[in-house]
């Protein structure tokens, strides 16, 4: 197989090409001559024909305006017609419109997941996605999990380019206990009529993202974060916002209780604003004191929370709960120009190879983490089939239901819409597992792990016998499983790794490393399309 040097500024280690390899190379490539930090040049606001110009703010009052789960989303998606939804040029304008009631007693923050989940923001590694941040003058932004999904040394990349701070005060080095340089714990605003302290908390776990991302990191609850920061918050700033990529719950693990339990356990806290669940939050959720907002994903939505000041005290004395939710479409606002210019140019990059059709679908394949899901069962086979022309002999295949992010359409399916399902350019790999260790893996399954998509097996599950005791039934290519044999599985880098709680896999041995996930499945679509959205239904309940 061919090879291509890594596709950082330095040398790195060597990976196999891929069509999104190759092009990412070439854009950062380009990139690397102008790397330095971009200043933020937020300017007055200016209005869309027909919008009109915004009132002031009290004098005793400002605002935060807010973000989070934009996944990449530098471009705006067709809403009809005539409107647009989202985008990074429109989402800009509508900050410097929204900023423009008080440009110095306004905040705006992300809270996590903006860099990566597209192909266009994968062509950089997320570098265009902070560019545009800085760009619109963000103040900080969280870090959410997959902004990780490149690993640290490309996160520090972009801290180091960002004109703004990326907060993560439960994060920190193994080796030294401290925050890694790309993570500041919080940071402290003085609006002239308050100083706001911003404590930042990412994901509270490793297993949602790639071992090899995480390596030396050790994640820490919130609530015993910020309980470490507030005292000292406290003595700085007359208002705390904790900027939180937890989930109002604590995401689909529930490990540490999320942004409600933050609330509850944590005297103190004035605001939350959060993300990862990628909710919107038209009505702040109370907990106590402390008011939690969200707003949505993708940039389709801006939040703005309006605080009203004790001049006395310069703590907290109201917070505005209506309108809290602001749409991002066409004629909201003027895009930003800076902003536009730089999506054009990565859009033509992207146009290059996203535009290129892979596919042909007979109607639509739904994203669904039902384990007889067609489209999972498609990336499977693709997996399966991909195992066995390399060579290592794969007697079965596994993909992750949670890597799944978009759906297939009726029609032409393009490279970029099958980067939007498979987002996370993770590496095909080969691992050897004894039927003992299957039987750990489909028991995690339909237990306290993430679902998986198989191929190249059938199951049958109890569903009313207790957890690690529901397989009535496993057949590997229609054999009963054999706990004493050693089985050749296709899976990825990232369950590999052990992600989604499947830790199995990390005791496999004879691991082989291959393509990108992206590439082997637009390979499988080329050679069989059309397809048609018909699930073989491998796994059954008794």
Same mark, same amino acid.
């Given at each position: 197989?061919?090879?291509?040097?890594?596709?950082?500024?330095?040398?790195?280690?060597?990976?196999?090409?891929?069509?999104? $390899?190759?092009?990412?190379?070439?854009?950062?490539? +380009?990139?690397?001559?102008?790397?330095?930090?971009?200043?933020?040049?937020?300017?007055?606001?200016?209005?869309?024909?027909?919008?009109?110009?915004?009132?002031?703010?009290?004098?005793?009052?400002?605002?935060?305006?807010?973000?989070?789960?934009?996944?990449?989303?530098?471009?705006?998606?067709?809403?009809?017609?005539?409107?647009?939804?989202?985008?990074?040029?429109?989402?800009?304008?509508?900050?410097?419109?929204?900023?423009?009631?008080?440009?110095?007693?306004?905040?705006?923050?992300?809270?996590?997941?903006?860099?990566?989940?597209?192909?266009?923001?994968?062509?950089?590694?997320?570098?265009?996605?902070?560019?545009?941040?800085?760009?619109?003058?963000?103040?900080?932004?969280?870090?959410?999990?997959?902004?990780?999904?490149?690993?640290?040394?490309?996160?520090?990349? *972009?801290?180091?380019?960002?004109?703004?701070?990326?907060?993560?005060?439960?994060?920190?080095?193994?080796?030294?206990?401290?925050?890694?340089?790309?993570?500041?714990?919080?940071?402290?605003?003085?609006?002239?009529?308050? @100083?706001?302290?911003?404590?930042?908390?990412?994901?509270?776990?490793?297993?949602?993202?790639?071992?090899?991302?995480?390596?030396?990191?050790?994640?820490?609850?919130?609530?015993?974060?910020?309980?470490?920061?507030?005292?000292?918050? @406290? =003595?700085?700033?007359?208002?705390?916002?904790?900027?939180?990529?937890?989930?109002?719950?604590?995401?689909?693990?529930?490990?540490?209780?999320?942004?409600?339990?933050?609330?509850?356990?944590? %005297?103190?806290?004035?605001?939350?604003?959060?993300?990862?669940?990628?909710?919107?939050?038209?009505?702040?959720?109370?907990?106590?004191?402390?008011?939690?907002?969200?707003?949505?994903?993708?940039?389709?939505?801006?939040?703005?929370?309006?605080?009203?000041?004790?001049?006395?005290?310069?703590?907290?004395?109201?917070?505005?709960?209506?309108?809290?939710?602001?749409?991002?479409?066409?004629? $909201?606002?003027?895009?930003?120009?800076?902003?536009?210019?730089?999506?054009?140019?990565? =859009?033509?990059?992207?146009?290059?190879?996203?535009?290129?059709?892979?596919?042909?679908?007979?109607?639509?394949?739904?994203?669904? @983490?039902?384990?007889?899901?067609?489209?999972?069962?498609?990336?499977?086979?693709?997996?399966?089939?991909?195992?066995?022309?390399?060579?290592?002999?794969?007697?079965?295949?596994?993909?992750?239901?949670?890597?799944?992010? $978009?759906?297939?359409? *009726?029609?032409?399916?393009?490279?970029?819409?099958?980067?939007?399902?498979? %987002?996370?350019?993770?590496?095909?790999?080969?691992?050897?597992?004894?039927?003992?260790?299957?039987?750990?893996?489909?028991?995690?399954?339909?237990?306290?792990?993430? @679902?998986?998509?198989?191929?190249?097996?059938?199951?049958?599950?109890?569903?009313?016998?207790?957890?690690?005791?529901?397989? +009535?039934?496993?057949?590997?290519?229609?054999?009963?499983?054999?706990?004493?044999?050693?089985?050749?599985?296709?899976?990825?880098?990232?369950?590999?790794?052990?992600?989604?709680?499947?830790?199995?896999?990390?005791?496999?041995?004879?691991?082989?490393?291959?393509?990108?996930?992206?590439?082997?499945?637009?390979?499988?679509?080329? $050679?069989?399309?059309?397809?048609?959205?018909?699930?073989?239904?491998?796994?059954?309940?008794?």
């Amino acid at each position: 197989m061919s090879t291509i040097a890594s596709t950082s500024c330095s040398t790195g280690r060597i990976s196999r090409r891929s069509a999104l $390899a190759l092009l990412v190379a070439a854009v950062i490539a +380009a990139a690397c001559t102008a790397s330095a930090p971009i200043a933020a040049t937020p300017s007055a606001g200016r209005t869309a024909p027909g919008v009109a110009a915004l009132a002031s703010l009290p004098p005793n009052a400002f605002q935060i305006l807010h973000t989070n789960d934009i996944h990449g989303h530098l471009d705006a998606t067709t809403a009809g017609r005539t409107v647009e939804q989202g985008g990074m040029a429109l989402l800009g304008g509508m900050i410097q419109l929204q900023r423009s009631r008080a440009p110095t007693r306004t905040l705006t923050l992300d809270a996590g997941d903006a860099l990566s989940g597209t192909l266009i923001a994968a062509m950089d590694h997320g570098a265009s996605m902070t560019k545009a941040m800085s760009l619109i003058g963000y103040d900080a932004q969280t870090i959410g999990n997959h902004d990780l999904d490149w690993g640290q040394q490309e996160l520090a990349k *972009r801290a180091a380019e960002a004109s703004f701070p990326f907060l993560a005060a439960n994060v920190v080095e193994s080796a030294t206990g401290r925050p890694p340089a790309w993570a500041t714990p919080y940071i402290v605003k003085d609006l002239g009529i308050a @100083r706001v302290g911003i404590i930042g908390l990412t994901y509270p776990s490793a297993s949602i993202i790639k071992a090899t991302s995480t390596k030396g990191l050790v994640f820490l609850p919130g609530i015993e974060s910020v309980r470490r920061y507030l005292p000292e918050v @406290r =003595r700085r700033a007359d208002v705390v916002v904790v900027l939180s990529h937890l989930g109002i719950e604590g995401g689909t693990s529930r490990i540490a209780g999320g942004d409600t339990a933050l609330a509850g356990a944590v %005297p103190g806290i004035d605001l939350i604003i959060g993300g990862h669940d990628h909710i919107t939050l038209t009505t702040p959720r109370s907990v106590g004191p402390t008011m939690i907002f969200q707003a949505g994903a993708y940039g389709r939505e801006l939040g703005r929370v309006e605080v009203t000041v004790d001049p006395a005290t310069r703590h907290v004395a109201s917070v505005r709960t209506s309108n809290v939710i602001l749409a991002v479409t066409t004629g $909201a606002a003027a895009p930003l120009a800076s902003v536009a210019a730089l999506v054009a140019q990565r =859009r033509a990059d992207a146009d290059k190879y996203g535009k290129r059709v892979v596919g042909t679908a007979s109607a639509t394949f739904a994203a669904d @983490r039902d384990m007889n899901n067609a489209l999972g069962e498609l990336v499977a086979d693709a997996l399966l089939d991909y195992g066995r022309r390399e060579g290592w002999r794969s007697d079965l295949a596994f993909y992750n239901a949670a890597g799944i992010r $978009a759906s297939i359409p *009726r029609g032409d399916v393009t490279y970029e819409r099958l980067a939007e399902v498979l %987002p996370f350019q993770d590496t095909v790999v080969s691992v050897d597992l004894t039927g003992a260790q299957l039987r750990e893996v489909f028991e995690g399954m339909a237990g306290a792990a993430g @679902r998986l998509f198989v191929s190249g097996a059938t199951l049958a599950y109890r569903s009313s016998a207790r957890v690690g005791d529901r397989v +009535a039934r496993a057949t590997i290519a229609g054999q009963p499983l054999d706990p004493g044999r050693v089985y050749h599985v296709a899976t990825v880098d990232y369950l590999q790794g052990g992600g989604d709680g499947h830790t199995v896999f990390t005791q496999g041995s004879n691991v082989i490393y291959g393509d990108v996930d992206l590439d082997v499945v637009a390979a499988y679509l080329a $050679a069989r399309s059309p397809i048609s959205p018909v699930s073989a239904g491998r796994v059954t309940t008794e």
